[in-house]
């Protein structure tokens, strides 16, 4: 008997009328709780069993024969919101005698195509379609400005109805003949098409393009949808011949446990994908159930995949035991869902359960929570969550104190115990390596132990970050110098004694080899632990000012907390607040402080990166600014200070902070195109500089994380070079505004154009095109397989200004992203050594015809043949120079 048989039986015999659970059966047979589980589940899809609602999960056997649910049953028994939806799209299909045409509405991302392919299977479930019927995607935007080759796309082509069409082409409604045309973003599709398309829907018939006599005759279902509303983007002879009008809701519009099912549904889907069982913490699932979504289930679904890879990478490289995701490992905007208010937590326990650790994912459709008595570290994530929270609403310590302390008590009480005997590491698991942290504890240990004294928590705290970073430095093959190493051995010889022993506790755990110049360092906290920090007021002073309403604050707050001290002092920097303003308060600040040490600024203002030469002079001491102002570039700073470092060496150490993560970074940094900006330049006063800059974000479209509007105020023309100069070190400056003529060769309008609205229309072309070369990088870097699709979208632009230059042409944007694509799997194909796809008809008469252009082109393919070592035959260059023969420029 085959064990699912034998689980049958016995929960036949078992479960009664209350039922019985997957453990209770598992023990009944000796067998392993989850193969149970699994084939309860099994049994559950199959109809033999039942499953019941609530803690713990009790099974029935079914009573007599269950009626299969459908496709749209399923959907609907998980997503409430859907029942409506459902319940038409049902009586559309099962309507006689052919169906009824749908038209899908909803947000972006909110599942319209997935709703249709399951409207499709729905129709094959229930035999008004074949097995092998066709699903057919038409996205009408992507020939939206090509009407001509949208309509031969969708009705077919005669032979010789336009330049092209060398031979009889059928459409897609030919080839979706007895199943489904789902015509996705049907706005896009022009009124002409539109025509062509309700007298298909009246009377089935419909022509090639270029055919006058013979009518063809199609069975499909045309599924429609749009994210606009159809009373003023569709034609009312169009919508009136589709008498199903479907709303799907947006993810904010779910409920919570939809949107739970969702969740799981996705991981379940990528389980099965990688064939494994995926761990994810309770906390990252409370992040996915709460962060703002703004791309709906669309952008739920792609970051629970990216997730997972990641997850999976790390499994693979790593030699992990499981895919495991926990939220300390999220992208921050997903881990911003876990701030939530108290009656969002209470959901959240509702859906999950108080005393689970983990929901476990697999290919068998069932979700599994268990409650894990091991690796107890993992009970800081909540405490992390609780800390945020609480310090978000500005409470006081001692408050924080008393509130996170019932909130534990209440939240894990089967943890509570072995948590009191642990040191409170929650907030640094944040930024350092748990694995780190563990080298750290038996660090304090071994050393309380030599030097005969306990060590305080600051200790431990700046050691676990140091250690961090020297680790990241010794990986990085980079050098680790202590210039102080020599006087530290003699004058800390106790100290520096036992730091040497510290040294072989990391490369025995850590599997590091530490140079003798990091004991120097090491040494330096067990001295400075006997010290009174709060005394030292000759420290360098560490001053923090951002932008926003408790950015700075929160940063120097974390610091301290983390450092054991108060020495870090944040300002914060309101977004209206003028730099002037922001200025007046710091000197404030250094005056009623009295401060007479030196100064290290971590900024995120330009304008405060020179304010430290004027602090020199008013307050006669020593400054330095960095801008930079992350968390851990303000422990770094504070660290460094409270261990009597000078200003200079704070500052070169903060800043190898910031080139760490850089050099962390360099491989996907390296593969991003600079982000653009568009400069104004004024002479009257930074203030008009920024109301033009609003002005344009008025006139002009684009997206704000490509493209930003910097506004400049003119000191002098030697200067606003000078700030070109470094804004070009970040960003493609893809045109200035200014009210006189500036040396340069970046594009230039004049501040009357602006004002005029004249110059719009030409921005935006610059805008439109720059934009699309950024978009096309990641697409070209999915189709090429030989060579490096990013650097090759460098060549390609290079390839192409050299052409519009020496032409005196601007390409059209949508013609701009044709040539791109097709000269980047030129370059592929010729590289990887395969043949011309198809020789250019005519190409003598056709260079004789174009021998301006072609010249122009094959000139400007040396530096394509030099780059990639290839030879341009001349059949491509005929192909590209048809490209920029085309009439539409701009």
């Known amino acids: 008997m085959k064990r699912i048989e034998a689980v049958y039986e016995k929960l036949k015999e078992l479960s009664g009328e209350n039922g ?111 097995e092998k019927s066709s699903f057919i995607t038409f996205n009408c935007a992507d020939y939206a400005n090509n009407p001509q080759l949208l309509l031969s796309q969708l009705f077919g082509a005669k032979k010789g109805a336009y330049t092209g ?22 706005h896009r599709l022009l009124p002409e098409g539109q025509e062509m398309f309700f007298n298909f829907m009246d009377k089935g018939t419909f022509r090639r393009l270029g055919e006058t006599e013979a009518e063809r005759s199609a069975s499909v279902l045309i599924v429609s949808a749009t994210t606009e509303n159809p009373d003023s983007t569709l034609l009312k002879t169009f919508t009136r011949r589709i008498p199903m009008i479907i709303r799907i809701p947006s993810l904010s519009e779910r409920s919570l446990e939809e949107r739970f099912n969702l969740i799981s549904q996705f991981f379940r889907e990528e389980s099965s994908r990688l064939g494994r069982q995926i761990r994810v913490s309770v906390n990252s699932m409370r992040a996915f159930l709460s962060y703002h979504c703004e791309s709906n289930v669309g952008q739920l679904r792609t970051d629970i995949q990216l997730v997972c890879a990641k997850a999976y990478a790390e499994f693979l490289s790593q030699d992990k035991d499981e895919i495991e995701i926990s939220s300390l490992e999220l992208p921050q905007y997903i881990k911003q869902g876990l701030y939530m208010e108290t009656e969002h937590r209470q959901l959240w326990n509702k859906l999950i359960g108080i005393n689970k650790r983990y929901c476990i994912f697999d290919e068998t459709k069932e979700t599994m929570l268990y409650d894990e008595e091991e690796n107890n570290e993992n009970i800081y994530e909540m405490i992390d969550l609780r800390v945020h929270e609480l310090r978000s609403k500005g409470i006081s310590s001692n408050e924080l104190e008393e509130e996170m302390e019932r909130d534990i008590n209440d ?57 961090a970073n020297s680790i990241d430095r010794i990986r990085k093959n980079k050098k680790i110098i202590n210039p102080q190493l020599n006087k530290i051995r003699t004058q800390y010889s106790r100290e520096f004694s036992t730091a040497l022993d510290c040294l072989k506790i990391i490369d025995r755990l850590l599997d590091v080899s530490m140079p003798i110049d990091e004991a120097g360092f090491l040494a330096m906290f ?119 470092y000078t200003l200079d060496e704070v500052y070169k150490d903060t800043y190898n902070v910031f080139s760490l993560i850089q050099n962390e970074l ?141 032409l005196d042409i601007k390409m059209d944007t949508n013609i701009l992203i044709g040539v791109t694509f097709h000269i980047g799997c030129m370059l592929d194909r010729i590289k990887a050594g395969n043949k011309l796809l198809e020789e250019f008809e005519d190409k003598e008469k056709f260079i004789h015809e174009n021998k301006d252009i072609y010249n122009v082109v094959k000139k400007a393919a040396e530096f394509l043949n030099e780059r990639y070592d290839i030879a341009v035959p001349d059949d491509e260059i005929c192909y590209i120079v048809s490209f920029f023969n085309h009439k539409k420029y701009v």
């Open 526 to 644: 067990f001295v400075y632990d006997e010290r009174d920090i709060e005394g030292q007021r000759k420290d360098v002073n560490i001053i923090v000012v951002a932008h926003g309403v408790s950015t700075a604050t929160s940063m120097a707050d974390t610091a301290n907390r983390l450092l054991g001290a108060k020495h870090a002092v944040g300002i914060n920097a309101p977004l209206e607040e003028k730099p002037e303003q922001v200025i007046s308060r710091v000197r404030e600040y250094l005056r009623e402080a009295n401060v007479s040490s030196d100064i290290l600024f971590l900024v995120d203002m330009g304008s405060l990166t020179t304010f430290g030469k004027e602090v020199e002079q008013e307050f006669g001491v020593k400054t330095r600014s960095l801008s930079l102002a992350s968390t851990l570039h303000v422990i770094e700073a504070t660290r460094k200070a409270m261990m009597g």
């Open 20 to 130: 019985a659970s997957a453990i209770e059966i598992a023990d009944a047979l000796n067998l392993d709780r989850a193969n149970v589980s699994k084939d309860l589940n099994r049994l559950c899809e199959e109809g033999k069993a039942v499953k019941g609602k609530g803690k713990p999960v009790l099974f029935t056997a079914a009573k007599g024969n269950k009626k299969e649910e459908t496709i749209l049953d399923k959907l609907a028994s998980t997503n409430e919101s859907l029942i409506s939806a459902v319940k038409q799209a049902k009586a559309a299909v099962l309507y006689p005698p052919k169906g009824l045409h749908m038209l899908i509405l909803g947000e972006t991302g909110v599942g319209k195509s997935m709703f249709a392919g399951i409207i499709h299977r729905y129709a094959i479930e229930m035999k008004r379609m074949d």
């Open 165 to 186: 069409a060398d031979a009889d082409k059928p459409g897609l409604i030919e080839k979706a003949n007895g199943g489904i045309l789902f015509l996705d973003e049907v």
């Open 666 to 806: 360099t491989e996907e940094a390296e593969e991003d195109i600079q982000k653009l900006a568009i400069v104004t330049v004024c002479t009257t006063g930074e203030g008009s500089a920024i109301a033009l800059k609003n002005m344009l974000f008025k006139q002009l479209q684009f997206d704000s994380s490509i493209l930003e509007i910097i506004p400049l105020n003119l000191v002098g023309k030697e200067s606003i070079y000078s700030r070109l100069r470094n804004i070009e070190k970040e960003y493609n400056i893809i045109c200035i505004v200014s009210s006189f003529k500036l040396n340069t060769k970046i594009p230039q309008f004049g501040l009357k154009e602006v004002l005029k609205n004249e110059a719009a229309e030409k921005m935006q072309n610059l805008i439109d095109v720059e934009s699309t070369y950024i978009k096309m990088g990641d697409t070209l870097a999915n189709m090429l397989s030989t060579i490096n699709g990013k650097e090759a979208l460098k060549d390609i632009k290079k390839f192409i200004r050299e052409i519009e230059n020496e």
């Open 411 to 467: 939240y894990f009480k089967s943890y509570i115990h072995s948590v009191n005997r642990k040191i409170d590491i929650s907030s640094l698991e944040n930024i350092i390596n748990p694995e780190i942290i563990g080298v750290v504890e038996e660090i304090i240990r071994f050393s309380g132990e030599s030097l005969g004294r306990q060590l305080s928590e600051r200790v431990y705290y700046g050691m676990a970050v140091h250690i």
